[in-house]
């Protein structure tokens, strides 16, 4: 089983900044893709950021300029450096990360999200 933890959500007003962190755990053997995507009131979830294991990096068009994603591999943490934030962000942020984890001797591949953590931009 892979369990994925974020924190750091919150408020916080028109360009400030925040970061997202998501932390995975369980039997894993290796993180391929880790990402973080988006869902507000009425909208389907969208990409925001993915990096995969070799460091390359996908950003939404919308974002480009304004937030960082990052991963630490010791810790199996992907973060989300959110600079210049505007109202629009304002959404439920959900952690994505694909793997290969262990169980019983035997190798499976997964891919799990986060419980979501809300980031709330004031105008």
């Known amino acids: 089983q892979v369990h994925l933890v974020e924190s750091g959500g919150g408020l916080v007003q028109t360009g400030g900044s925040l970061r997202v962190s998501c932390q995975s755990s369980?039997?894993?053997?290796?993180?391929?893709?880790m990402g973080w995507y988006r869902q507000s009131p009425g909208r389907q979830r969208e990409l925001v950021a993915t990096v995969s294991g070799d460091g390359k990096t996908v950003y939404a068009d919308s974002v480009k300029g304004r937030f960082t994603i990052g991963r630490d591999n010791a810790e199996n943490t992907v973060y989300l450096q959110m600079s210049s934030l505007k109202p629009e962000d304002t959404a439920v942020y959900y952690c994505?990360?694909?793997?290969?984890?262990?169980?019983?001797?035997?190798?499976?591949?997964?891919?799990?999200w986060g419980q979501g953590t809300l980031v709330n931009v004031s105008s």
């Open positions: 994505n990360t694909r793997g290969t984890f262990t169980r019983y001797g035997q190798n499976s591949d997964f891919e799990v």
């Open positions: 369980g039997q894993i053997l290796r993180i391929a893709d």
